[in-house]
């Protein structure tokens, strides 16, 4: 519902902040009313040279995008939009965008509801989506990276990292956008409970996010493997790759990389757009 179109969002910077910049020497929050694209936005003052981290709000984007490009829409309040921006240098990026899916959906929903329970399960489409249970879209991210950015490197294991400025980009429905022109259902945090709205799930995602990107930094995927497992939205169903490669996906390896039984046998797959088909029987 529309209840309070005019009145300002209240965001909770000061208790995100607090909680963060322990962890991320040097953190700002930066909150706008509207813009274009907050990873757009963080990735241009990346190329001018601006490496800090810092997480950046948008209560509306005129451009907002996901992956492949595609539109990502919204209305002041309707989504919880934002981008983390800060220097990164994982000793390999394999499966990042698959750590941050895991930190969001157990920050929203911590507990998987039990079987045959009527609230949906917020799960995890491979590579950068959430879903919740019917296949209604939730949240997308987008990850990028400025690797011009920062000509540091750090020793590891004797070998020389490159620190690159990375972008994440999360946008989460709050309550469900119309699904005109949409490929996919949308779904909402209302769907799961109606007292959800965007400061919340602000407060509830950024801190725990922000611990989960400096433990992949230093661990890699592989220790979240068994979690993305628990909500794989693909398991066991068939798929449709860009290539026009079709198979039953199998789960993903400890790389990240998702796994499909095909003809051929399992193949890895690493960049290609999924499409999931239909469950059936029918014609």
């Known amino acids: 519902m529309s209840d309070t179109p005019n009145m300002p969002i209240r965001w909770p910077a000061e208790a995100i902040w607090e909680a963060v910049e322990p962890q991320l020497p040097g953190f700002t929050i930066e909150v706008l009313p509207s813009i274009d694209s907050t990873n757009t936005e963080l990735m241009r003052r990346a190329r001018a040279g601006r490496q800090e981290p810092i997480l950046l709000v948008a209560e509306q984007q005129t451009a907002g995008r996901g992956r492949m490009g595609k539109p990502w829409r919204s209305e002041a309040g309707d989504s919880l939009l934002m981008s983390l921006g800060l220097p990164l240098a994982p000793a390999d990026w394999s499966g990042l965008s698959l750590a941050v899916g895991v930190s969001v959906a157990q920050s929203l929903q911590p507990q998987l509801p039990e079987p045959g329970s009527s609230t949906p399960t917020i799960g995890l489409k491979w590579p950068n989506d959430l879903w919740l ?140 757009e999924v499409s999931v088909r239909p469950k059936t029987g029918a014609a």
């Open 133 to 272: 249970t019917g296949d209604h879209k939730l949240a997308g991210i987008l990850v990028e990276t400025a690797s011009f950015v920062s000509a540091r490197t750090h020793a590891g294991d004797g070998q020389q990292q490159a620190e690159r400025y990375v972008v994440i980009g999360i946008g989460i429905n709050v309550r469900a956008p119309q699904a005109e022109g949409l490929s996919t259902i949308p779904g909402s945090l209302q769907m799961l409970d109606s007292r959800w709205d965007a400061p919340q799930a602000l407060q509830a995602v950024v801190p725990p996010l922000v611990a989960a990107i400096l433990a992949f930094a230093q661990q890699g995927f592989a220790p979240l493997q068994a979690a993305y497992a628990e909500r794989d939205a693909l398991a066991c169903r068939e798929v449709g790759l860009s290539d026009g490669t079709a198979g039953l996906a199998m789960g993903v390896g400890a790389d990240g990389a998702l796994r499909v039984q095909t003809a051929a046998g399992v193949v890895d797959v690493t960049s290609s």
